[in-house]
T-cell receptor, first 115, second 114 residues
Framework: AQSVAQPEDQVNVAEGNPLTVKCTYS??????LFWYVQYPNRGLQFLLK??????LVKGSYGFEAEFNKSQTSFHLKKPSALVSDSALYFC?????????????FGTGTKLQVIP | DTGVSQDPRHKITKRGQNVTFRCDPI?????LYWYRQTLGQGPEFLTY????????KSRLLSDRFSAERPKGSFSTLEIQRTEQGDSAMYLC????????????FGSGTQLSVL
């Protein structure tokens, strides 16, 4: 079975400060990992993905994520937060070994950037 | 690229009625997914199509749920004999063969079962 955990329901950060949104995963084989963002009244939008290769992945809107196999983590980061980054962020995983297309999402972390 | 379209945006129905939702994926995308999302939760996988073939179904998808993608383009999700527990946001997503891991989501259909 595959799963992700987002331990924080909400993260508050001041505008201009670095932000981190945490995610840990569990899979039987090797993971595909993703981050999606959901703005109010809008659909989920893809931010970035880790498939293989460099552990630091860069994505949209200045976000990046670091894959750490030993800690089974895939934390989302941004060096300087913007008020417009305030949204709901979902981490997701797909187990490469199963051959299935099912992607499992976490419960989401609400990011609040304070002006 | 007009994005993934879902219709209707909102549906209110009485318990026991049947409902059908439609999804129009991005035109060149051959992969289509249905997810369900309830308040405070992440999207839950329901089913996956590659072209017109339904290749995966979640155990969440009871026999009251059926999905089709008859010509490999648009898809429909039907729920028969709706129950209050079916109330949720139903999300459709699509992806291309060239970048299959990048899902494009529609805005969803919000179902309320009274």
């Amino acid at each position: 079975a595959q799963s992700v955990a987002q331990p924080e329901d909400q993260v508050n950060v001041a505008e201009g400060n670095p932000l981190t949104v945490k995610c840990t995963y569990s899979v039987s084989g090797n993971p595909y990992l993703f981050w999606y963002v959901q703005y109010p009244n809008r659909g989920l939008q893809f931010l970035l993905k880790y498939i293989t290769g460099d552990n630091l992945v860069k994505g949209s809107y200045g976000f990046e994520a670091e894959f750490n196999k030993s800690q089974t983590s895939f934390h989302l980061k941004k060096p300087s937060a913007l008020v417009s980054d305030s949204a709901l962020y979902f981490c997701a995983v797909r187990d490469m070994s199963g051959g299935y297309q099912k992607v499992t999402f976490g419960t989401g972390t609400k990011l609040q950037v304070i002006p | 690229d007009t994005g993934v379209s879902q219709d209707p945006r909102h549906k209110i129905t009485k318990r026991g009625q049947n409902v059908t939702f439609r999804c129009d994926p991005i035109s060149e995308h051959n992969r289509l997914y249905w997810y369900r999302q309830t308040l405070g939760q992440g999207p839950e996988f329901l089913t996956y199509f590659q072209n017109e073939a339904q290749l995966e179904k979640s155990r969440l998808l009871s026999d009251r749920f059926s999905a089709e993608r008859p010509k490999g383009s648009f898809s429909t999700l039907e729920i028969q004999r709706t129950e209050q527990g079916d109330s949720a946001m139903y999300l459709c997503a699509s992806s291309s063969e060239g970048d299959r891991e990048k899902l494009f989501f529609g805005s969803g259909t919000q179902l309320s079962v009274l």
